[in-house]
């Protein structure tokens, strides 16, 4: 079982129209204005009622329905046959992996991370969610919901340590993207030709474009580092089934 407990705080970002300071209204959030200390007089970020949020519970559940759909299991990779059993496998164990999240609103609480949860966003990030993720409609003049969105799936995995795969937009792509320089391989992160490990853009991922594809993946290596620190406490080298590549 990996579990992470958030601590949730009820946020609302507010816009103040420069020409009338007195006339204030609620936006959605977005990552890049309103991370930018510049937007901070015209972009108010403030506290808002707890009462307000209501579906924590309904967030939990699709959270780990996605996470665990597929249903992994570590099991042992190469396994000696049994004599005793006709040739069959002598180690047949399978420890079921679980991704599991919780919300709590007290800061009192034992927490791992933060969370400022928003009514709604255009583009979260991993420390700020919106309760509902939207977008423009084509008029421009109205918000929709964004179909076949994963947001909060995705951000969750960055509290278990994924990493993004995308690299064009300013994603925390895996290490091995990154050269001596701490530059970005452009070359190696558009290639990604090893289906089996973290992509550079990962078309049908969770972690990458995909978060926006109804038939979004969740690679079996995303599990890779659960498998390796379990080797690393057994003395046994252990593989994640069923395999998935990206």
Not at 38 to 61: D, G, H, Q, V, Y
Not at 200 to 217: A, C, E, S
Request: proline share 6%; with cysteine; glycine share 6%.
């Amino acid at each position: 079982m990996l579990r992470v407990i958030v601590l949730v705080v009820p946020m609302r970002v507010r816009k103040v129209d420069p020409r009338n300071p007195k006339v204030i209204e609620t936006v959605p959030y977005e990552t890049t204005r309103d991370t930018n200390v510049n937007n901070a007089e015209s972009f108010i970020k403030e506290r808002r009622p707890a009462k307000e949020i209501t579906n924590l519970p309904n967030m939990k559940s699709e959270i780990e329905k996605f996470l665990n759909k597929n249903g992994y299991k570590l099991t042992i990779k190469t396994c000696p046959k049994s004599a005793e059993n006709k040739g069959a496998s002598s180690c047949a164990a399978q420890i079921a992996i679980k991704f599991i999240i919780d919300f709590v609103t007290d800061a009192k609480e034992t927490h791992h991370a933060q969370v400022n949860l928003y009514p709604t966003a255009t583009r979260a990030d991993s420390g700020n969610w919106g309760e509902r993720n939207i977008r423009l409609s084509k008029d421009k003049v109205s918000w929709e919901p964004i179909p076949n969105e994963h947001v909060q799936q995705h951000e969750t995995g960055h509290l278990f340590s994924f990493p993004d795969e995308y690299y064009d937009q300013g994603g925390a792509i895996h290490k091995k993207y990154i050269d001596k320089q701490q530059k970005i391989d452009l070359a190696l992160a558009t290639a990604s030709a090893d289906k089996n490990m973290w992509q550079g853009i990962g078309r049908t991922t969770l972690m990458g474009p995909g978060v926006y594809d109804p038939g979004v993946k969740m690679p079996s290596y995303y599990l890779n580092r659960v498998r390796d620190w379990f080797g690393r406490q057994t003395g046994w080298d252990w593989k994640v089934v069923p395999h998935i590549e990206a």
